[in-house]
């Protein structure tokens, strides 16, 4: 059983765990993967891992309470455990060599972003973090980011918060101002990564994307997660998640992101009604 030893609600919607896995602490690298299971009889799921601490020996996992399964941690509390907690899975990202490099989150997605974002500002490489969230009240991270970056773009679709305006606004913005990246790091919405990569295509820029949103049984055995890649075919946990940018078919991806809809809405809705059973 892995213990809970922190919770923390981020925003309405996204919370922090931090749990006691020694074994997959010491190993874990930014990039790569967990899956866990809440109790005996819940559903398989793989998170990226958001932070490690060897010392410690703490796993933190950042999820977003979407369906049936994040709505079943999220009954969890610290001192409670879960039933599984299985990894590290996946490659680590690359982070050998690179001097400066843009690194570009949406959303929940930041909390991908942010490990490498922190290991590579460890290394000593120049970090320029762009995050961006629909509105103030979505914002994670931001200190945690301010802490691992030379250069922070705050940026909000409303204005209510930071800049006015896209991630890829910023980035081109301070492309134009004559920044020379040797990467870009892009994770988030498929549709975000996808036009970060039209961006820096147009730029000539390496780019590196996390396909981790369209990841489901995290083993390549359900082939939820299959995608193109350069014209080829490639499963994002057991192939990645990382891929160059430039080469993914981002519409064949964003397409099989949207099969499993339906039973993602009735498995949110069954957990809602036992959960509300559960309370009374």
Do not use: W
Not at 89 to 114: F, H, N, P, Q, R
Not at 202 to 217: E, G, H, L
Not at 257 to 265: H, I, K, Q, S, V
């Amino acid at each position: 059983m892995y213990k809970i030893v922190r919770k923390k609600e981020l925003n309405p919607t996204v919370t922090l765990m931090e749990i006691e896995a020694p074994l997959i602490a010491k190993k874990a690298e930014p990039g790569q993967f967990i899956i866990f299971r809440a109790k005996e009889d819940s559903e398989r799921v793989p998170l990226t891992i958001a932070d490690f601490d060897r010392e410690k020996g703490t796993v933190t996992i950042i999820f977003q309470i979407v369906g049936g399964a994040t709505m079943e941690l999220n009954t969890l509390n610290e001192g409670d455990s879960l039933q599984d907690f299985v990894g590290p899975l996946g490659k680590a990202s690359e982070t050998d060599g690179l001097k400066k490099v843009a690194v570009v989150g949406g959303g929940v997605g930041c909390a991908i972003a942010y490990p490498i974002a922190k290991k590579l500002h460890n290394l000593g490489c120049e970090v320029h973090s762009i995050v961006g969230f629909r509105n103030k009240d979505l914002v994670i991270l931001e200190d945690e980011f301010k802490a691992a970056s030379n250069k922070l773009c705050m940026m909000t679709d409303d204005g209510s918060y930071g800049t006015k305006g896209l991630v890829t606004n910023a980035l081109e913005e301070l492309i134009k101002e004559g920044n020379q990246y040797d990467e870009v790091i892009a994770i988030g919405p498929v549709i975000m990564m996808k036009f970060v990569s039209q961006l820096t295509k147009k730029y000539n820029i390496k780019t590196i994307v996390s396909m981790n949103p369209i990841m489901i049984d995290g083993t390549g055995m359900c082939g939820g997660c299959r995608l193109t890649v350069g014209g080829e075919t490639k499963f994002a946990c057991v192939d990645g998640p990382d891929f160059d940018g430039h080469l993914v078919d981002f519409d064949e991806a964003m397409h099989r992101g949207t099969m499993y809809r339906d039973f993602e809405t009735h498995a949110r809705e069954s957990s809602c009604n036992l959960l509300n059973k559960e309370v009374k």
